[in-house]
């Protein structure tokens, strides 16, 4: 009787609470949310033979391109020394900050003032997917 309670219990706790439930909404589940959007925005803000430096969560999105770097997060300690990284050699950068991991608010203005300064213009900010250009390009 208790083994039978305790899995009536768990089965309870699964349907109501559990947020894999199929009660859970499960037509939202694969879809894209806004955050997405505003990486296909990025995608199709840029000139398509532009060289890329992009974020992890931005490199299946632009595998189709001749030139194109991931951007490494764990350079952001260094503000200056991440811009020089970012920058080389690319006319477009695309961070998205859901992929920075610890970076700080403080690491992620001082690589974005670093980024300006090397010449790139932010063309857009929209949901923490930020896209900086080259000027003239």
């Not at 089965?11 to 589940?29: C, D, E, K, N, Q």
């Not at 490199?59 to 490494?72: E, H, I, S, V, W």
């Amino acid at each position: 009787r208790v083994l039978i309670t305790v899995l009536l219990a768990c089965l309870s706790f699964y349907v109501l609470i559990a947020p894999s439930t199929p009660y859970a909404r499960p037509w939202g589940w694969g879809s894209r949310d806004a955050v997405d959007g505003a990486r296909l925005d990025a995608r199709t803000s840029i000139g398509k033979d532009a060289s890329v430096r992009a974020s992890a969560s931005m490199l299946t999105l632009l595998a189709q391109r001749q030139l194109l770097y991931p951007l490494d997060p764990a350079t952001f300690r260094d503000a200056s020394r991440a811009a020089a990284t970012a920058t080389h050699g690319v006319d477009v950068v695309i961070v998205d900050r859901h992929d920075l991991g610890h970076a700080t608010r403080t690491q992620e203005v001082g690589f974005e003032l670093a980024v300006v300064q090397r010449g790139f213009v932010k063309r857009s900010d929209d949901l923490g997917i930020v896209v900086f250009v080259r000027r003239g390009h």
